[in-house]
């Protein structure tokens, strides 16, 4: 009697545990464009990114960190050089405080959220020497964004405001980064 009450416990257990903790892998794409007052024009272009995420969930609040690597893509254009397409990559760092503001059960929910996103570009390449700008290597961002949870799929489309100029010269360089990301929940 005493195993079978040890089991019953130990599945409630294991099924709350369940619903406090999600991790899992995530996929996404993102749509950099840039705030500049130094070139006649910028260009927006598409990256991708990969990550683990962990969800602690806390009735209709939850809080989520992510940890993945991420390539972000920009061009400029400066009159009488040319332009110049800018790829940076590394790594990609997101703490997020969100709310589920419709709960759909057992089958999911509807979410906003907003947080901090940390990158670190450790490659740095453009495609020609016309417009040389030195790049940081660290962004720090603010996000802001709503994601659907569908059974065990979340689905995030968030906004990354560039709060660091990247570029170290005299210019100024902010990105904004619209970001669409899939994800799976393996608990």
Request: glycine share 12%; with cysteine.
């Amino acid at each position: 009697m005493k195993k079978l009450f040890s089991a019953i416990f130990f599945c409630i257990c294991a099924n709350s545990f369940a619903q406090l903790i999600q991790v899992g892998p995530q996929i996404s794409t993102n749509i950099t464009s840039i705030n500049t007052n130094n070139f006649s024009s910028d260009h927006t272009n598409t990256g991708i990114g990969f990550a683990a995420f962990a969800r602690v969930n806390l009735l209709l609040f939850y809080g989520q960190g992510e940890f993945g690597y991420a390539k972000t893509n920009f061009s400029v254009y400066q009159n009488g050089l040319g332009e110049t397409e800018f790829k940076l990559s590394g790594t990609d760092a997101s703490l997020i405080a969100g709310y589920k503001l419709i709960p759909l059960g057992k089958l999911g929910n509807v979410r906003i959220f907003a947080g901090y996103n940390w990158k670190n570009y450790s490659d740095i390449s453009k495609s020609n020497g016309l417009n040389s700008i030195a790049i940081e290597k660290n962004n720090h961002s603010i996000i802001g964004g709503a994601g659907v949870d569908i059974w065990k799929l979340t689905f995030d489309i968030r906004y990354l405001a560039g709060l660091t100029d990247i570029d170290s010269s005299n210019g100024e360089i902010k990105t904004g980064v619209t970001n669409f990301s899939l994800g799976f929940k393996f608990l």
